[in-house]
């Protein structure tokens, strides 16, 4: 079994930044793929940023040089650097690992931009 949790969400204002961090822990050998996903009320979980198997990195063009997401490969984990944040971002993020072609997800951490 795999645990997935994120941390570092919060309530910040327009253009204020935030660092979400997620660590994969438990029955790993090895992890194929792992990113963030979002989701706003009333609407889809989107994809915000992933690392895909082979080390390409996807990025929603809504995001596109303010998001940034890096890995530590050693401690199983990942993160997002968010710039420049506008009041859209607001949603609940989540965090998505592959292993052993099994999905993974967190419990989600709600980011909140409001002047």
């Known amino acids: 079994q795999v645990q997935v949790v994120e941390s570092g969400g919060g309530l910040v204002q327009p253009g204020g930044s935030l660092r979400l961090s997620c660590a994969a822990s438990?029955?790993?050998?090895?992890?194929?793929?792992m990113g963030w996903y979002r989701q706003a009320p009333g609407k889809q979980r989107e994809l915000v940023a992933f690392?895909?198997?082979?080390?390409?990195?996807n990025y929603a063009d809504s995001v596109k040089g303010r998001f940034t997401i890096s890995r530590e490969n050693a401690k199983n984990m990942v993160y997002l650097q968010m710039n420049s944040l506008k009041l859209e971002d607001t949603a609940v993020y989540y965090c998505?690992?592959?292993?052993?072609?099994?999905?993974?997800w967190g419990q989600g951490t709600q980011v909140t931009v409001s002047s």
């Open positions: 998505l690992v592959g292993v052993s072609d099994r999905n993974y």
């Open positions: 438990g029955s790993i050998f090895s992890i194929d793929y």
């Open positions: 690392f895909r198997s082979g080390g390409n990195i």
